[in-house]
């Protein structure tokens, strides 16, 4: 299970679980527990697809929140290589909300640039997009390393994620 802390009005604790069905499509799970009101603010499940010869990734769930209630989404991403390498890469990707009546509800775009600095440093990678949202216009930046993730936008929209540390243990029997 991977865990995070994440920080943009209040501290929230998300983790997300993904369990393979095989080698191309798994089931992820995900949560957050906002701790300004000590309740969940959602959960989610959604079955993703990975289609690896054509550097595309589709998904379909299901989504409650607080404040929309249940909802399904579709969302899906394609990768454009700008090398041989694939260490810079051109996506576009989006999603699609729908309420009980399958009304369309905050559709989402993006067309970005995402170059990925493998060992950067010693046991450290670091991604750096830089994109633009389509339906709400705005141009936004990602700086990602191992352990924590910086999102912005220009409407001066920010997070900051810290994702947990796996330590590896050995459990000792005294028999």
Same mark, same amino acid.
């Not at 998300?14 to 095989?22: C, R, S, V």
């Not at 216009?137 to 900051?160: C, D, F, H, S």
């Given at each position: 299970?991977?865990?995070?802390?994440?920080?943009?009005?209040?501290?929230?604790?998300?983790?997300?679980?993904?369990?393979?069905?095989? %080698?191309?499509?798994?089931?992820q799970l995900h949560g957050e527990l906002d =701790? $300004?009101?000590?309740?969940?603010?959602?959960? %989610?499940?959604?079955?993703?697809?990975?289609?690896?010869?054509?550097? =595309? $990734?589709l998904g379909v769930g299901l989504h409650y929140d607080k404040r929309r209630k249940l909802r399904s989404h579709v969302r899906g991403k394609k990768e454009f290589p700008m090398g041989a390498n694939k260490l810079v890469t051109f996506n576009v990707k989006g999603r699609c909300d729908f309420d009980q009546d399958f009304n369309q509800k905050n559709p989402i775009g993006a067309a970005e640039f995402a170059w990925n600095i493998m060992n950067f440093k010693e046991d450290q990678d670091v991604?750096?997009?830089?994109?633009?949202?389509?339906?709400?216009?705005?141009?936004?930046?990602?700086?990602?390393?191992?352990?924590?993730?910086?999102?912005?936008?220009?409407?001066?929209?920010?997070?900051?994620?810290?994702?947990?540390?796996?330590?590896?243990?050995n459990v000792f029997k005294i028999i």
């Open positions: 299970m991977e865990t995070s802390l994440r920080y943009s009005k209040s501290l929230r604790i998300h983790a997300k679980e993904k369990l393979p069905f095989n %080698s191309k499509t798994h089931l =701790t $300004g009101t000590g309740s969940p603010s959602y959960f %989610s499940a959604m079955i993703r697809h990975l289609f690896p010869e054509a550097l =595309t $990734g991604r750096i997009k830089v994109g633009y949202e389509v339906f709400n216009k705005v141009p936004y930046m990602q700086i990602r390393e191992n352990n924590w993730t910086l999102n912005a936008n220009m409407k001066g929209k920010w997070n900051l994620s810290v994702y947990h540390v796996k330590i590896k243990t």
